[in-house]
């Protein structure tokens, strides 16, 4: 234990005491932010201070004028020159707040100059204060709140914990002096009890006069070293909630400023009444959101592991419902919870998963895919139907069910089922979506080829701009669908790459401007999107449509300025390479959008090398050159960049060469000779390989 006087010592000035209290300040500062990056997350913020004379003097005058304190009060009485404030969000933080305030005063009491006096928390500990404003009542909705359970509020359960904690610490500090001899061991029990006994005097417990006040005093001593002298310096820890630290200012700042005046004003408590009574609204409903998001968080936890076994699985078993992967609605349709589901759900679902890989088998447009489609766009109409029933049911259980009988799941399970049922209404959207790029219209009551049923406009004058109105209208119809799905703020199950991918894909057929914002809209979120499983098609074929629509844009400025040099009026011609040379900025502009296209290319390429069973998604994926297409591109981006533009774009060192490397290995010649591509195309593709071989060796 430090030998350290105290401030009641005459020869602590109170400049020295000052001195002494910004040390310790400053120390406790420093040893707060080496605790550990647990407590981050429980402290909203925190804040250290040190008393100023002014405070002092006012703080003071003020105590002196109160008929319960002494009319001598001085700075020696007082509890809090240095201040440390711990402010959480929620009351249910505020026992970790408190956890963390005990580790630093054991940190602190371990450093080779002590920070806090004494071996012990108890020899350190001064006294303790809790105030507790009246809880806020619970809703019978939230079981995992303990005010629920017994009206305990958490000020009470702080203030049991540290009783505890200094109890034990107390049985451990004289049953060690005991083993080490230095006392005997009815001496130690007799301390121990009294120890425990003097403790409980110095916790306090009492109902604040403000109802939107309650909050923590732990005082502590610790130790300030000065010009000699080893000081002990009380350091007041006030822990409450954000809520309750605005009031605490306020009371502070101003009301105890009103209450030294001689008038007061009933305007003043009007307003200040209400406002206090909507604080204390606020702080329950603040109070109840949190339990409602522990209770989110725990069911959230309880999905996570049910989809593990979905995303994480390296074999793909047709008779598992759980790992069957024909369409990415399947995929979210099993994320949404992990409740159990109606057998005879799995079995549409099994179903419908046979008639989407019948899909993959039939030509696009050919009757044969109309028939398809009308027999996957029935199955998830009955899936749907089957979910609309048990939610009603489900929903009626609830009303007539005892509220105290419910536990966490029973709430939850009404709103998986509606989840359900929206994922149903994004996969009918998605068939409308896959079907109208073959010129197949799915509506509400049937499937149709649509260019068959304009046969007769198509042959007549005007049919074929007749049939392209229609088709744009539809186009524009599924659009709008997309759209609000992404609006729908009930849709907790957000797959926005997906989505916006298929806005992409719609948008196609009446506006190419705004297909291209969706696609880049679809790849940004697709760096964040939870619901993509590593190994889903979407990994590869966003960004290879992203890279696609900016290697095409190169190749129309390029062509646009071919054009426009060919039309020039300058009696020397000068070639297109040498013409963009005479224009930096856009030769500068064209080449970082071939490597940002070459990078784009380079992540599709690396994506499609996962060859799962169950990365397609209803018609995509299943051609089984998605790596080759992009190698293609990322080839192409090399040698638009050489011939094109005279610059090498993958210079010696350059980032993207090992990659390269990688790429063309793989694409060796035996791999694109027995690809179902074109013979043309293999051709070009060997030629572009062979190309960029010879740059990056």
Avoid at 224 to 248: K, L, M
Avoid at 359 to 384: F, N, W
Avoid at 405 to 424: H, S, V
Wanted: net charge neutral.
């Amino acid at each position: 234990m430090t030998n350290a006087t105290t401030l009641g010592n005459p020869e602590v000035s109170l400049e020295l005491a000052l001195s002494a209290a910004e040390q310790v300040a400053q120390r406790l500062r420093t040893l707060s932010n080496t605790i550990g990056p647990s407590y981050e997350a429980v402290l909203f913020y925190s804040r250290i201070r040190t008393k100023t004379k002014e405070s002092i003097r006012e703080k003071t005058s003020r105590k002196q004028k109160d008929p319960k304190r002494s009319p001598y009060y001085s700075y020696h009485d007082m509890t809090d020159l240095v201040g440390f404030r711990a402010v959480t969000l929620y009351e249910a933080q505020l026992l970790e707040a408190m956890n963390f305030v005990i580790s630093l005063v054991r940190a602190g009491q371990k450093l080779p100059e002590q920070l806090f006096n004494g071996d012990s928390l108890f020899l350190s500990f001064r006294e303790a204060l809790f105030f507790n404003s009246p809880a806020p009542s619970p809703t019978s909705i939230d079981h995992s709140s303990d005010s629920a359970k017994g009206n305990v509020s958490a000020y009470e359960k702080c203030i049991k914990e540290l009783e505890s904690i200094i109890d034990k610490d107390i049985e451990s500090y004289y049953r060690r002096k005991y083993l080490e001899k230095q006392i005997k061991k009815s001496d130690s029990t007799k301390l121990i009890k009294k120890s425990i006994s003097d403790i409980k005097e110095l916790l306090r417990f009492e109902e604040s006069d403000l109802n939107t006040y309650s909050s923590a005093h732990l005082i502590f001593d610790a130790v300030g070293h000065e010009n000699g002298y080893s000081i002990i310096i009380p350091v007041e820890f006030q822990i409450r909630t954000a809520i309750e630290d605005i009031w605490a200012e306020i009371d502070h700042k101003q009301l105890y400023k009103l209450r030294d005046e001689f008038t007061w004003c009933f305007e003043f408590e009007r307003y200040f009444n209400r406002a206090e009574g909507r604080s204390s609204m606020l702080r329950g409903d603040i109070h109840r959101l949190a339990g409602m998001m522990r209770r989110m968080s725990s069911i959230s936890e309880s999905a996570k592991q049910h989809i593990k076994k979905f995303i994480d699985s390296d074999e793909a078993d047709a008779d598992d419902p759980l790992l069957m992967n024909g369409s990415f609605g399947i995929s979210l349709f099993y994320r949404a919870g992990d409740n159990k589901i109606d057998p005879q759900i799995i079995m549409k679902l099994t179903e419908y998963q046979r008639s989407l890989g019948n899909l993959t088998q039939t030509p696009p447009g050919s009757d044969a895919a109309v028939q398809v489609y009308r027999e996957c766009r029935q199955k998830l109409v009955d899936i749907r139907n089957a979910l609309e029933k048990s939610f009603s049911k489900i929903k009626l259980d609830l009303e007539n069910a005892n509220k105290e009988d419910l536990n966490e799941e029973d709430i939850a399970e009404p709103m998986l089922f509606q989840q359900r049922i929206k994922i149903c209404d994004i996969e009918i959207v998605r068939l409308k979506a896959s079907a109208i790029v073959e010129d197949i219209y799915i509506d509400e009551s049937s499937v149709v080829t649509f260019r068959n049923n304009l046969e007769n406009s198509v042959l007549s004058p005007g049919g074929v701009e007749e049939y392209e109105r229609k088709r744009e209208v539809l186009c524009r119809e599924i659009y709008t669908e997309l759209c609000s799905i992404i609006d729908d703020g009930d849709l907790k199950i957000r797959p926005l790459a997906m989505i916006f991918f298929w806005k992409h894909i719609v948008s196609l057929k009446f506006d190419k401007s705004l297909s291209e914002k969706n696609i880049l809209k679809s790849y940004e979120y697709l760096k964040y999107d939870g619901t993509v499983p590593r190994w889903s098609i979407y990994r590869s074929i966003v960004p290879h449509y992203l890279a696609s629509q900016y290697y095409r844009s190169v190749r129309n400025t390029i062509r646009e300025f071919e054009v426009k040099t060919e039309e020039s009026t300058s009696k020397t011609p000068i070639g297109r390479t040498e013409g963009l040379q005479r224009m930096p900025n856009l030769r500068t502009e064209l080449i970082r959008k071939l490597a940002d296209t070459t990078k784009l290319a380079l992540e599709a390429f690396e994506a499609a090398q996962d060859e799962n069973d169950r990365r397609g998604d209803l018609r995509m994926g299943y051609k089984g050159d998605d790596s080759l297409r992009a190698a293609e591109l990322a080839f192409s981006c090399i040698a638009c960049a050489d011939q094109e533009l005279g610059v090498e774009l993958l210079k010696p060192n350059h980032v993207l060469n090992e990659r390269v490397k990688k790429m063309v290995k793989h694409v060796n010649e035996d791999v694109i000779e027995g690809s179902n591509m074109p013979s043309a195309r293999r051709k070009y593709l060997l030629e572009m390989r062979s190309a960029t071989l010879s740059r990056v060796q």
